[in-house]
């Protein structure tokens, strides 16, 4: 799915991705939760990164219902963007009282995995996150 790079494109994107999710089964919470790092990698992808050569973002999601012995929902989402030369994307340590820089804090609290792929071929960047429901970790209150 493409979607404009503007700040507009986080709430378009998280609706997409719920309306793909609402028909899988997942349960409300983990839905929510997918949903919130939806915001935050989107979110980050228009505040520090360029838009893609057609002057978009890219963003995927792949579900994959599984039955018998490690059975579940497994859920990844990837969003692409035009990359920022001389910035890695990392977590960022804040001062408790900072309105911002938690992004990836949240990312890494939520999903199961997350990740970065940098393509030189074309400047890119991805960031990526999934899910398995049920969940393999313990998951904060």
Request: some cysteine; aromatic content about 2%; overall charge negative.
């Amino acid at each position: 799915m493409s979607f404009e790079h503007d700040p507009a494109s986080v709430p378009q994107a998280r609706h997409v991705v719920r309306r793909v999710l609402d028909g899988v089964g997942l349960d409300e919470m983990a839905t929510a939760e997918i949903e919130i790092v939806v915001s935050e990698i989107v979110g980050n992808a228009i505040r520090h990164a360029r838009p893609l050569r057609d002057g978009a973002i890219h963003v995927q999601c792949h579900v994959r219902v599984e039955a018998g012995v490690g059975a579940g929902t497994h859920v990844e989402i990837a969003v692409t963007d035009g990359g920022a030369p001389g910035r890695t994307v990392r977590q960022r340590t804040v001062d408790e009282g900072a309105t911002g820089g938690r992004g990836l804090a949240i990312v890494d609290g939520l999903a199961d995995r997350w990740g970065v792929v940098e393509n030189l071929d074309d400047l890119s960047r991805t960031v990526w996150a999934s899910f398995v429901e049920p969940p393999t970790r313990d998951r904060p209150l």
